[in-house]
């Protein structure tokens, strides 16, 4: 890969808004508190956990799961990363754990781009009701390419005027 020298822009995005954090957080400790006391109350004092229990074998299984699923979602939240790199060979995107590999949409196939404040509800890999790929992390601030075949993917980021400028020095001979 190239040196942070040779990167017209780069920027990197992480899940960091503190009440996402917070619902996560709540849901995963209230589902694993309820699983962790049926478990309990079933399996350590004997008693029947709600108005029809669960056989103890299935009840441990459906909580195991449960809580490792929790974690999953803690883990994937935690490790989401959107990475997104200007050089002369294009712009470079990868938002992992979603997209593992480096994408590449070099300058030869952008028609156009612009920033705007995007309107998708949540965040993540989401497409549009205009059928645009939207990819973003946080806030509502995103950049827009169009590609030749006319599809388009927006980059949510916390610095478009930088975001555009880069994609000038670029794309300044196929953008207008």
């Known amino acids: 890969m190239k040196t942070q ?13 503190w009440w996402l954090w917070m619902i996560i957080g709540l849901a995963a400790l209230t589902t694993n508190l309820v699983f962790g006391y049926g478990l309990f109350q079933q399996l350590i004092l004997g008693k029947p956990w709600g108005s029809s229990p669960l056989q ?27 990475q997104t790199r200007i050089s002369k060979a ?6 992992t754990p979603f997209i593992r590999s480096w994408k590449m949409i070099v300058p030869g196939n952008i ?10 509800l949540g965040y993540g890999v989401r497409i549009t009701f205009q059928g645009v790929v939207l990819l973003s992390v946080r806030g509502s601030q995103a950049v827009q390419i169009t590609r030749q075949d006319g599809s388009a993917i927006a980059f949510g980021t916390q610095q478009p005027e930088k975001f555009l400028e880069a994609l000038g020095h670029i794309c300044s001979s196929t953008l207008s």
């Open 90 to 95: 294009g712009v470079a995107y990868r938002f």
């Open 56 to 82: 103890d074998e299935l009840l441990l299984i459906v909580s195991l799961f449960t809580i490792t699923s929790t974690g999953a979602v803690l883990l994937l939240f935690y490790t989401a990363n959107l």
């Open 111 to 120: 028609v156009a781009c612009s920033a705007q404040a995007h309107k998708a």
């Open 5 to 17: 020298s040779e990167f017209l822009f780069e920027e990197s995005q992480h899940f960091t808004q």
